[in-house]
């Protein structure tokens, strides 16, 4: 089993950045692709950006490319991302998960363990 935390959301003025943090316990993650998502109220969760187990693949959404980057430490189990010039659409839960492959996924189902979900609000 996999436990993961997230960190690091909040409140922040358009044009802000905030990085996110998520931490891994129990089984080691640093073998695993990891990925961030989100869910923005009334919408259905979508990907964000994911990374292979040595981060040499990554993956973005195209809302979100050019503003973040995505970045592991598998020495303290920790999954970044970095979210720039942030935009009020940019408001939703955002969640960490992993899987059980080392290759990233865009798709949602292919993520076997996810985190509770750390709010980012973006005021205009």
């Known amino acids: 089993q996999v436990q993961l935390v997230e960190f690091g959301g909040g409140l922040v003025q358009a044009g802000g950045s905030l990085r996110l943090s998520c931490v891994a316990s129990?089984?080691?993650?640093?073998?695993?692709?990891m990925a961030w998502f989100r869910q923005a109220p009334g919408k259905e969760r979508e990907f964000v950006a994911a990374l292979s187990w040595n981060a040499g693949i990554t993956y973005y959404a195209d809302s979100v490319k050019g503003r973040s980057t995505i970045s592991r430490d598998n020495a303290k189990s920790t999954l970044y991302l970095q979210m720039n010039s942030l935009k009020p659409e940019d408001t939703a839960v955002y969640y960490c998960a992993t899987s059980t492959h080392w290759s990233p996924t865009m798709t949602l189902s292919a993520y076997n363990y996810w985190g509770q979900g750390t709010q980012v609000t973006v005021s205009s």
């Open positions: 129990g089984r080691t993650v640093s073998g695993s692709a």
